[in-house]
């Protein structure tokens, strides 16, 4: 049981992150300065894969998996 309790700890914690940036950006804003940049999509896509890298290295550091 730890070991299922350990594998979801670390499922969620790399996926509520990014579910979060998901879902301001998958809003209707107007006013967001981010959304004028000609890369921001390409900036966003780059911060899911270095939160999802960063997080993973942070559990293999931990030898959780």
Do not use: C, D
């Not at 966003?44 to 960063?54: D, P, Q, R």
């Not at 993973?56 to 030898?63: Q, S, T, V, W, Y």
């Amino acid at each position: 049981m730890n070991q299922v309790m350990k594998i979801l700890t670390i499922v969620s914690t790399i996926f509520i992150p990014l579910t979060f940036i998901a879902g301001i950006y998958g809003m209707n804003f107007v006013h967001m300065p981010e959304l004028e940049y000609k890369f921001s999509y390409l900036i966003i896509w780059i911060l899911f894969i270095v939160l999802f890298i960063g997080m993973m290295l942070f559990f293999k550091r931990k030898k959780w998996f």
